[in-house]
Every structure is written in C-alpha cells, then in structure tokens.
C-alpha cells in the first residue's frame, strides 16, 4: 500500500491511490506518447489498460498484492512493472520522464 505523510512526504498515513487516479495516468501516457508521435500500437496499449482499469470491479490495489494484475485486459509484463511501480510507491518513473518532455503541458 501506498502510505504518505501530510506535509512532509515521508511515508507513514496510508493514502492508497484509486482506479481512476491510476487510469488517468496511463492516458495521460498515451496522450504524451501521442504527442511524441510514438508507435500508434504503444499508445493504443496504454489507452487500453486505462479504459479496463476504469471498468475494474476491484482495486487495482488489490490485484497487486494477489499478483494477479495480468489478468486485466491489455496487460502484459511491462505494464504490470509499471502499475506495480505507481501502486507501491505512488509515482512512476516512466511517466515523470515523459511529463518532463513536454514542461509546458498541464
């Protein structure tokens, strides 16, 4: 579970991030994969894997600590890597990078 402390940033009070704080992420990725005119199949894949994290019965939390995040549609081992990443530690590398490409955007 993800855990932040108000004002500080240290982890200790238990904030766990909702379906679509995670969904709009990975949109938010294929709309900059779009921007970088990336292959039109990656930013399908990332928009995929939001819309079936939208429409998830469960939290995506939960299917982490099963190990069972596969089981959605559109996700394969690199984007389990990702969701695992963003899950655990609130943030994603990948996606700060991308953001950081486009500093005008948002």
């Known amino acids: 579970m993800m855990a932040t402390r108000i004002g ?11 379906n679509s704080e ?6 938010d990725i294929a ?5 970088k005119k990336e292959n039109v199949f990656k930013l399908r894949a990332y928009q995929k894997v939001a819309r079936s ?6 939290e995506v939390e939960q299917l982490v600590a099963e190990d069972r ?3 959605i549609p559109g ?6 890597k990702k969701i ?9 590398d990948f996606y700060e990078r ?4 486009f500093p005008g955007r948002g």
């Open 8 to 18: 500080t940033g240290l982890k200790s009070r238990l904030a766990p991030m909702k």
């Open 22 to 27: 995670i969904a709009r992420v990975f949109q």
């Open 31 to 35: 709309d900059l994969l779009e921007l």
């Open 53 to 58: 994290i939208e429409q998830l019965p469960v």
């Open 69 to 71: 995040l596969k089981e």
């Open 75 to 80: 996700v394969g081992e690199a984007i389990t």
């Open 84 to 92: 695992t990443e963003l899950v655990t530690t609130g943030k994603l």
């Open 98 to 101: 991308l953001k950081a490409e």
